[in-house]
């Protein structure tokens, strides 16, 4: 059986050791030297770079987020293990994890550290698709005869060069269709490399359940729950066109995924029409404090996307949704388009204080639309906001001192409160 080790990359046979290095982080699998399509996620980036950054935070539980009355934006293993996980309010995270380190996040030294990783990547291959500031598929059809070495090493040599020159991890998913590829990367978090090979596709996804569809949300998965459809298996007993009836578009999605099959090509020019984040809360709520930590963390993400895309969008919507699931949407188009954290939030915020129904809220959301280049973003003036203008040339020149003597060099007044 094909085999890899992942700590020197020599590629042999078989065995549970590797014959050059004797390490015993060999993987193996029959298709591991055939298959091209894979998916790349950095494993609790934000914490990741924080804890490179700073060596006394290695083995603390730490959390990036907000303060007593924020929302968690992400979290090390260490607190995982405790309980925590992203959308969390901030005080339930403390509440499982009272010694954690806390810091704010650092949205424009994320982006640089991400830069580096993506130029690691596109050495790889052109068509690099990525999903945020630490995911992103890669198809490597046709590299063997660049590289002279079949996808899964060249795999193996990026986290490893990330590991050994950046000081961050990732884990690898290694299959043959997007769907797969990040299904996989999920199986063997952190320093991960798992493989879903196309002979093992339905033993695989049999008795698996539906919510590890990417997009399958909450509110999804209770509508297929109402279905009877819990897993892959449950799927495979409907028929397509009950499928699509029942639930419209994602009906036929379900139906090929059901059977492993998944036709989107992955693509570094795909146009994307919009860029969005929205959570569902553990429990319907009216918080203000709680709503504002979520739009401003909502609003990040969001601009991470849109920096690692480099695009900006004109467009900014709010999307909420009731206790009573009625779901409340609204936009407004800006003078020039934006990829900033701050003015999308800003501008959410203002949506948000218009919503004459203050909830309670079982979701909230976030987007950009109305899609182009980063060129010219937030450059516009603004008449009716004489400082506007004023205050994004600051803004700039914050981030151009933060990353070049790191986001602590220079704090806002907002934040310091």
């Not at 996040?105 to 052109?126: F, N």
């Amino acid at each position: 059986m094909p085999a890899l080790c992942r700590s020197c990359l020599t590629t042999f046979d078989e065995g549970t050791r590797c014959p050059a290095c004797r390490s015993p982080r060999v993987l193996s699998h029959p298709e591991l030297f055939s298959l091209s399509i894979a998916h790349m996620d950095c494993d609790a980036f934000y914490a990741s770079v924080e804890k490179r950054d700073d060596p006394s935070l290695a083995g603390k539980p730490v959390i990036i987020g907000g303060g007593k009355r924020g929302v968690v934006s992400t979290a090390c293993y260490v607190a995982r293990i405790r309980g925590v996980r992203s959308a969390m309010p901030m005080f339930k995270a403390l509440e499982l994890c009272p010694d954690a380190v806390v810091i704010k996040p650092r949205g424009s030294h994320y982006a640089a550290v991400s830069k580096q990783i993506r130029a690691m990547m596109d050495e790889l291959t052109p068509a690099v698709e990525p999903l945020s500031l630490d995911e992103a598929f890669l198809d490597m059809t046709g590299t063997e005869r660049l590289h002279h070495h079949p996808p899964a090493v060249m795999l193996a040599r990026l986290v490893k060069r990330m590991e050994d020159e950046l000081g961050l991890t990732g884990s690898i998913g290694l299959s043959h269709n997007k769907f797969l590829a990040k299904v996989a990367s999920d199986l063997d978090k952190p320093r991960g490399f798992s493989v879903i090979g196309k002979g093992e596709t339905m033993d695989f996804l049999a008795g698996k359940p539906v919510r590890m569809i990417w997009g399958v949300g909450a509110a999804a998965q209770s509508s297929l729950e109402r279905a009877g459809i819990r897993t892959f298996t449950d799927l495979l007993r409907w028929d397509k066109q009950a499928l699509i009836e029942r639930f419209g578009g994602m009906g036929e999605r379900l139906w090929h995924l059901a059977r492993g099959e998944d036709f989107r090509r992955i693509s570094a020019n795909a146009p994307v029409k919009s860029i969005s984040n929205e959570t569902t809360f553990f429990e319907d709520t009216s918080d203000p404090d709680l709503l504002d930590g979520h739009l401003w963390r909502l609003s990040e993400k969001v601009a991470d996307r849109a920096k690692a895309k480099g695009r900006a969008g004109r467009v900014v919507t709010l999307k909420l949704k009731r206790a009573d699931f009625k779901l409340i949407t609204k936009r407004t188009s800006l003078h020039d388009t934006t990829q900033s954290a701050d003015r999308i939030y800003r501008t959410a915020r203002s949506l948000f204080d218009t919503v004459a129904n203050k909830g309670p809220f079982r979701l909230i959301g976030v987007g950009i639309s109305e899609i182009t280049g980063a060129d010219g973003a937030d450059t516009a003036g603004d008449l009716l906001d004489p400082q506007a203008a004023q205050r994004r040339a600051a803004e700039k020149a914050t981030d151009a001192i933060r990353a070049k003597f790191g986001d602590g060099a220079i704090l806002k007044g907002r934040a310091i409160r």
